[in-house]
């Protein structure tokens, strides 16, 4: 399928705000490929369907993942926005025919990252974080300029900034956010 054709597929699927949030973040992956030395195009199908089952509703969340059989974590049971990013992988492979597993993976984890992530990873975690029709947040002029600089100092400065927004906010914290960020802290400290 190409870009057209998925664009043609995800845009219903979209409430406008989203659907401009995607193109920003497409366009941030493709440049972030590119000055880091990562497949451009792989950075963009990613980019484009990163959040293609954001706009399902909570409840129906819950439900279409235990439909095909997706694990849902404790936090994610309590919090079924959480699951976006895994059942968006799912409907990446089964709607619109992607089956490179570094796609599947970024989207998985665009939201929490993983310990150990690929380049492909961070780069969809981070363009995610950085678009340019995100609304200013803490640090996020500092967090750009490093994102085209030093990648994994720039993935550890958006977890940090996210557990403390989240902590702030008595929102529910997925496990994974923290054992991504743990990893990265140590990583930086060797």
Not at 57 to 65: D, Q
Not at 66 to 92: F, M, Q, T, V, W
């Amino acid at each position: 399928m190409d870009r057209t054709e998925m664009i043609k597929k995800l845009k219903p699927k979209l409430n406008e705000k989203r659907f401009v949030h995607t193109i920003g973040v497409e366009y941030t992956a493709a440049n972030l490929a590119f000055v880091h030395g990562c497949d451009i195009r792989k950075a963009r199908i990613a980019g484009l369907l990163h959040d293609c089952a954001k706009c399902i509703p909570t409840e129906e969340k819950l439900r279409k993942a235990k439909k095909h059989n997706i694990p849902i974590n404790k936090s994610e049971k309590a919090n079924p926005d959480l699951l976006h990013g895994k059942l968006g992988a799912y409907y990446a492979k089964e709607k619109y025919g992607i089956n490179d597993e570094d796609i599947l993976s970024a989207i998985t984890y665009h939201t929490t990252g993983h310990p150990g992530m690929s380049l492909l990873d961070k780069i969809i975690f981070v363009a995610d974080y950085i678009e340019p029709n995100r609304k200013m947040i803490r640090d996020l002029t500092e967090i750009r300029r490093e994102a085209y600089q030093d990648l994994d100092k720039c993935v550890i400065h958006i977890l940090k900034n996210t557990l403390i927004y989240l902590n702030g906010n008595e929102v529910i914290i997925d496990e994974m956010t923290k054992k991504t960020y743990d990893y990265y802290v140590k990583k930086g400290e060797k």
